[in-house]
Nanobody, 125 residues
Framework: QVQLVESGGGLVQAGGSLKLACVAS????????MGWFRQAPGKEREFVAA????????YYADSAKGRFTISRDNAKNTAYLQMNSLKPEDTAVYYC??????????????????WGQGTQVTVSS
C-alpha cells in the first residue's frame, strides 16, 4: 500500500500562492493517478484536482480552475498542487490521495484508497 506525506501548507494572505507537495512511498507511484482534496472546518471533504499516472490528463473542481495547477514528477515520486490567487475560502486541510479504485471517476472520493495526513492551508483576508 502506498504511503503519502503532504507538505507545503501554511499561512498566506489573500492573493498569495502556495505549492503543496505529496511524496509517495511503498508503491508504484508512476502507475497511480493522484488527487488532491480539501476539508474546511464544518464541511465535507471535497475534490480539488487530479492527475493521471502519466501526467497527460488533469481534472479540476470549478473552484480550482484557472488558479490551481496539479502536476507530478514520477522520478521523485511526488505530486504537486500549485495554488495561486488564493482566497480566504480556500482555507482548509489539504489531502493528497492515490486513486486505486478505477470503478469510480477521478473526482469521486471513493476512487481513492490511500490518503496522506493532510497539510493546513490558511488564507487571511
Amino acid at each position: 500500500q502506498v504511503q503519502l506525506v503532504e507538505s507545503g501548507g501554511g499561512l498566506v494572505q489573500a492573493g498569495g500562492s502556495l505549492k503543496l507537495a505529496c511524496v509517495a512511498s511503498g508503491g508504484a507511484f508512476s502507475t497511480i493517478s493522484m488527487g488532491w482534496f480539501r476539508q474546511a472546518p464544518g464541511k465535507e471533504r471535497e475534490f480539488v484536482a487530479a492527475v493521471t499516472w502519466s501526467g497527460s490528463s488533469t481534472y479540476y473542481a470549478d473552484s480550482a480552475k484557472g488558479r490551481f495547477t496539479i502536476s507530478r514528477d514520477n522520478a521523485k515520486n511526488t505530486a504537486y498542487l500549485q495554488m495561486n490567487s488564493l482566497k480566504p475560502e480556500d482555507t482548509a486541510v489539504y489531502y493528497c490521495a492515490a486513486r486505486l479504485n478505477s470503478n469510480y471517476g477521478y473526482t469521486d472520493e471513493r476512487a481513492y484508497r490511500s490518503w496522506g495526513q493532510g497539510t493546513q492551508v490558511t488564507v487571511s483576508s
